[in-house]
């Protein structure tokens, strides 16, 4: 076949047309109700706890940096001086260098140290933690984390710690401490603590005498005009009473409820209401609540 005649019949080749109907675009999305979980990061039983706890850490240290809670808890065997100086760990985990953190957790406290940006492999917090120690508390549980920007927190190392009796009776200890982790038990690193308990006395509380005075009650007199005759008269009614100035707002209610989340609403409105609408001194309440 010469090549004029495949040109001919490559020119009179028919082109194919692809038409998309309705129904081809239709089947490639979804149609109907959304499903409750769209969009929606489900957690876990311990990614909850954890939630819960850096939730309860934030409210324990702005209660730290205003100053320990008057009125001191009873149970109570002394106040734990805890200095978190440094670690020395085992592997940098990662491509970066590690943000290590560490978080406490002593009785029903739980306290966090800032990061320590760039550690890597031997961080420092020099972070000084004062707290009330009750009594039958003779350890704590320590968890160091990698500090992440779009992922939740790696946790490196943990260990049990038990406060060693010559801290029980006085005395100021300097140690280093063992870490577990992926690397195996206590084969992850050190933790360097310092730990003291020293005594704490309860402040004498004075009775606050009750005075009690007699109501004065006043009857405002009516104002009579006189009415031109032929007028008729119609009785006069009484002031619209201005309404009281609620103690809290439900702001307030709302910002306390997000730190305790499983308290009763009727519990925190009551607390509110005793402590006059003090939202500092609910959430010391609160948290004595959940203590005992």
């Given at each position: 076949m010469s090549l004029k005649l495949k040109s001919e019949k490559l020119k009179r080749?028919?082109?194919?047309?692809?038409?998309f109907t309705h129904s081809v675009y239709q089947s490639a999305v979804m149609i109907g109700e959304l499903p409750t979980d769209f969009l929606r990061v489900s957690y876990n039983n311990t990614q909850q706890q954890v939630m819960g706890d850096e939730?309860?850490?934030?409210?324990?240290?702005?209660q730290q940096q205003a100053g320990f809670m008057a009125p001191i808890p009873a149970n109570i065997?002394?106040?734990?001086?805890?200095?978190v100086v440094q670690a020395k760990l085992a592997k940098n985990y990662g491509i970066t260098r590690m943000d290590p953190y560490v978080r406490i957790r002593i009785g029903h406290?739980?306290?966090?140290?800032?990061?320590?940006y760039n550690g890597s492999k031997n961080?420092?917090?020099n972070k000084d933690i004062n707290l009330y120690l009750p009594h039958g508390v003779d350890s704590m549980y320590l968890e160091i984390f990698d500090e992440k920007q779009f992922t939740m927190d790696d946790r490196i190392a943990w260990a049990y710690i038990s406060i060693p009796q010559s801290v029980l009776n006085g005395d100021t200890m300097n140690e280093w401490f063992p870490l577990s982790g992926r690397q195996g038990d206590e084969k992850e690193g050190m933790i360097n603590l310092v730990m003291s308990l020293n005594e704490v006395q309860q402040p004498a509380v004075q009775p606050t005498p009750v005075l009690y005075q007699q109501p004065i009650v006043y009857y405002p007199q009516p104002i009579v005009q006189p009415v031109p005759a032929g007028m008729p008269v119609y009785p006069q009614q009484g002031g619209?009473?201005?309404?009281?100035?609620?103690?809290?707002?439900?702001?307030?209610?709302?910002q306390v409820k997000d730190m305790f989340p499983n308290m009763e609403d009727e519990v925190i409105r009551s607390v509110l209401e005793a402590n006059r609408g003090n939202k500092d001194a609910t959430i010391n309440s609160l948290l004595q609540m959940n203590s005992d």
């Open positions: 080749k028919p082109e194919r047309t692809y038409i939730r309860i850490a934030q409210i324990l240290q702005a065997q002394g106040r734990l001086s805890l200095t406290s739980v306290i966090e140290t800032p990061t320590a961080p420092r917090w619209t009473p201005q309404p009281q100035r609620p103690l809290f707002t439900e702001e307030d209610f709302k």
